[in-house]
């Protein structure tokens, strides 16, 4: 029992980095996410594109509303870590400290969930990307695999849903408005947006011009 054991982590493990190898070069065919989605919602409404195919402001947008830090950091914000847990132990509504890289580590790799464990996978996975794939391609898989409506996967398919166009064409308020429903794309909705939607998307706006892609 112990050698079948062993040889099934072995297995595990090989797989696994084959995964992340293949994963430099090719977008994921399916997350756990997105089969949670389409179980839900009944649909799958996505469409992988390439970085360049992505235009500049949905890029400048993104990384604007969820990790300013990411072209300096290596996959993990420790301020904002740290940040986010003196917030959660005052008793306020839970908050995430999350890079993008972590977020690509769990939507390609994981599944969703708060438990340690998964945590832990996490910061296991964040680290191998950074090293394997670089940031133009985190950037790539995150914004072809992040969930941005009720089963809508990726900025090309929220292009077309929200503005019915493709993501390079998006203007700088088009992207701005579907980044602004991260990380909550289930309750917030660019076509009837709230005073908070409205308030965050201008904030956006603005951090936006302090963005450099690389």
Excluded at 72 to 89: L, P, R, T, V
Excluded at 174 to 186: F, Y
Aim: glycine share 8%; no cysteine.
């Amino acid at each position: 029992m112990w050698k079948i054991f062993k040889r099934i982590v072995y297995l595990l493990v090989l797989a696994n980095i084959l995964f992340i190898v293949l994963g430099r070069f090719f977008n994921p065919p399916i997350t756990l996410t997105q089969i949670g989605g389409m179980i839900k919602y009944g649909k799958l409404d996505r469409d992988y594109i390439s970085y360049d195919d992505m235009g500049s402001n949905v890029k400048k947008a993104v990384i604007a509303s969820e990790d300013q830090k990411f072209f300096s950091h290596n996959g993990f914000d420790y301020e904002a870590i740290e940040k986010a847990m003196d917030h959660n132990q005052k008793g306020k509504k839970i908050r995430g400290g999350s890079t993008i890289s972590q977020q690509t580590a769990k939507n390609i790799f994981l599944w969703q969930g708060r438990s340690w464990f998964r945590k832990g996978l996490e910061a296991v996975y964040t680290f191998l990307i950074e090293k394997v794939w670089g940031k133009d391609i985190i950037l790539e898989r995150y914004l072809n695999s992040i969930e941005m409506g009720q089963g809508v996967f990726g900025v090309e398919a929220a292009s077309e849903y929200y503005f019915g166009k493709h993501s390079k064409d998006l203007t700088k308020s088009e992207a701005a408005w579907i980044a602004a429903v991260l990380p909550n794309p289930k309750k917030y909705d660019p076509k009837n947006p709230s005073s908070y939607l409205r308030r965050k998307h201008s904030w956006i706006m603005r951090q936006m011009n302090y963005v450099r892609l690389k």
